[in-house]
C-alpha cells in the first residue's frame, strides 16, 4: 500500500506515494530503463526497487531531478548504476547534510513516525556518478531519454527527463501539484524565483502531453501555464514589497496562492 504505480504512457510510469504526496518516475526502453528520482531513505528506495523488478528486469540507470531528500536519499539500494545529475547537485546533496537529516529525523519523529526517522538516521547519501549542465540524451533501446537543465527553478540545478516518444516529461519539484498548485516548501533559500517562469515555458516548449510533478497526481499543459502566470505575479508582488510599494501582508492577499506559500515565495532571496 506503500506506492501505486500509474502508466501515463507505454512503458512510462508514475510512482505515487502517500509520505509527502512524492511522485517518482521510471522509463522503460528494450535494453535498460532509467529511474527518475530514488525516494528518501534506503528503505523507502529498497521499496521502489522491489516496486521496479515487479515491471521489468532490465538494467537500471537513475537520474536525480534534484539534491532534496525526498527525491535522491534512496539510491543506495540501486547500486552499482549511472547516477545521473546536474553537474551542481553534488555540492547541494552534500551541503548542511547533516542539518537536513536532523530535521528530517526531528520532522518524522514528531509526526509519530519513527521508523522513517529511524530509516533516514541509517541512510547513506550517494553522490551521481555522472554529471552533465545543459542535456544530455540517453538511449534506453528504441527509446530516448532527454535529460535537460531547464534553468534554475526550485533549485539552482533542477533536472527534468523528457520522453519524446511518449510526450511525458518529469519535472521533479519544477513542477508541484499541491492542493493550491505549489505548496510552503517549493520555496527555499536555494529557489531562483525570476527564473523559474522561463524553465515552465522550457517545459511547456517540449509540447507534453502529460508532466509528471515531483509532489502530486500528473497535470497537463495548462496546469503548467497557469503556474508559470502564478509566478510571474510573486514576482512583482516581491518587487513592490522591495520597494516598499506595498506591504507584505497587502501582498500575500493579493497573491492566487495560500497564505503560507505566498509568505515563502516573497522570503525568497
Ligand atoms: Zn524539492
Redesign the pocket.
Known amino acids: 500500500m506503500t506506492g501505486r504505480w500509474v502508466e501515463v504512457a507505454k512503458g512510462v510510469y508514475a510512482r505515487r506515494y502517500e509520505e509527502l504526496d512524492l511522485t517518482v518516475g521510471l522509463v522503460v526502453g528494450a535494453d535498460r530503463c532509467l529511474i527518475v528520482d530514488t525516494r528518501g531513505d534506503l528503505e523507502q528506495g529498497a521499496e521502489l526497487a522491489a516496486a521496479v523488478r515487479e515491471l521489468t528486469p532490465l538494467p537500471w540507470s537513475v537520474v536525480y531531478t534534484?539534491a532534496?531528500f525526498d527525491?535522491a536519499w534512496g539510491t543506495e539500494q540501486f547500486l552499482p548504476c549511472e547516477v545521473w545529475a546536474h553537474a551542481r547537485c553534488a555540492p547541494a546533496l552534500n551541503e548542511d547534510v547533516d542539518i537536513v537529516r536532523t530535521d528530517w529525523i526531528a520532522y518524522y519523529e514528531t509526526e509519530g513516525k519513527p521508523e522513517i526517522a529511524d530509516a533516514i538516521s541509517r541512510t547513506t547519501i550517494t553522490e551521481p556518478n555522472h554529471t552533465f549542465t545543459d542535456q544530455v540524451e540517453l538511449d534506453l533501446g528504441g527509446r530516448t531519454a532527454v535529460l535537460l537543465h531547464p534553468g534554475r527553478a526550485?533549485t539552482d540545478h533542477d533536472v527534468v527527463v523528457h520522453v519524446p516518444d511518449a510526450a511525458v516529461v518529469f519535472t521533479g519539484?519544477v513542477v508541484e501539484h499541491a492542493e493550491h498548485g505549489f505548496s510552503a516548501y517549493s520555496f527555499s533559500e536555494g529557489t531562483d524565483l525570476r527564473a523559474w517562469p522561463d524553465a515552465l515555458d522550457t517545459i511547456l516548449a517540449l509540447e507534453p502531453r502529460i508532466v509528471v510533478p515531483?509532489h502530486g497526481e500528473p497535470v497537463d499543459t495548462g496546469f503548467v501555464a497557469h503556474h508559470r502566470d502564478g509566478l510571474h505575479e510573486l514576482i512583482t508582488l516581491r518587487t513592490r514589497v522591495r520597494s516598499g510599494e506595498m506591504t507584505e501582508r497587502e501582498a500575500v492577499a493579493a497573491s492566487r496562492y495560500p497564505h503560507d506559500v505566498a509568505l515563502a515565495a516573497l522570503a525568497t532571496p
Open positions: 534534484h532534496h527525491h526550485h519539484d515531483g
